[in-house]
């Protein structure tokens, strides 16, 4: 089972880099990690995505609550929350498959963000399985190369990660 916890932290040098070792050294599976800065310049949320049961949940978060620039620790579980990932994939694109390929980017309503002669770059949003069933069309055109940003998640409402009542551990 996968769990989305946002972490809310102290923007400094170093932190993002003791939190995944914490996690690696434990030997809890990270699906995803992405960290950015917040509303408040002096606070970084992290998103992480790990891999478990209750059990695992429970111990990351006693794990990362131990962490002094650790400042709060959110379970963020759907409907209560939206997340998104980005991805960005190079199609080869040769002028047969151009019109294809366009027609895929529009059902899929992605954006073409760069086109060679030979290839397109496509730029697209939304929940993991969305960007799965893109890239598996994608497949046929022969996808050159890829990358994704990995889960970003926030809770919906008018509240604030610092203010919501989720799981908290501090």
Known sequence: MKHTLAVLVVNKPGVLARISG???????NIESIAAGYTEEPDVTRITLVVQGDDRVLD????QL?????????CKLVEPEA????????????????RSDIVDIVE???AKIVDVSRE???????????KIDAFCAVLQEHGVVEMVRTGRISLSRGPRA???QKFEVIC
Request: charge should be positive; charged fraction near 35%.
């Open 22 to 28: 914490l996690l690696s050294r434990r030997m809890f």
């Open 59 to 62: 111990q990351v978060i006693k």
């Open 65 to 73: 609550s131990k962490l002094v620039d650790v400042i709060k620790i």
């Open 82 to 97: 939206i997340d998104r990932e980005l991805a960005l994939i190079k199609v080869k694109a040769d002028a047969d498959r």
């Open 107 to 109: 059902i899929f309503r």
């Open 119 to 129: 290839t397109m770059v496509i730029e697209t949003t939304g929940d993991a399985q």
């Open 161 to 163: 990660a610092k203010e």
